[in-house]
């Protein structure tokens, strides 16, 4: 059975850090690209980073970050621990939201996608 759990999310004051984390299960992490989303009131959700493996939707793998968050956040993986981090730094009210990982898993035949149940993140002083 997959499973996707965040944790790590917080109050936060603007300009501080926070690392939220997504604990997998059920599936090996190296064969899995894994996102961040995030979805704050009132909007979309939205991508925030993806750690790509490479695939036939990503041959060169990597990772990715959506303009507003480049050069503040990080992903990150972890193998051994099937974990996934996001560290943010410089966080900003706007960076409020609940923040959801995302797993896109190779398997033999095809690709199966998986939720995680969120984290709320809130930048305020």
């Known amino acids: 059975q997959v499973q996707l759990v965040e944790s790590g999310g917080g109050l936060v004051q603007p300009g501080g850090s926070l690392r939220v984390a997504c604990a997998a299960s059920g599936f090996t992490l190296s064969d899995a690209s894994m996102s961040w989303y995030r979805q704050a009131p009132g909007k979309e959700r939205e991508l925030v980073a993806d750690?790509?493996?490479?695939?036939?939707?990503?041959?060169?793998?990597?990772?990715n970050y959506a303009l507003s968050v480049e050069g503040r956040f990080t992903i990150s993986r972890d193998n051994a621990k099937n974990t996934v981090y996001l560290q943010m730094n410089s966080l900003k009210p706007e960076d409020t939201a609940v923040y959801y990982c995302?797993?896109?898993?190779?398997?033999?035949?095809?690709?199966?996608?998986?939720w995680g149940q969120g984290t709320q993140v809130t930048v305020s002083s």
């Open positions: 995302k797993a896109r898993v190779k398997g033999p035949h095809f690709y199966t996608t998986y």
């Open positions: 750690s790509l493996i490479a695939d036939r939707f990503s041959p060169a793998g990597g990772t």
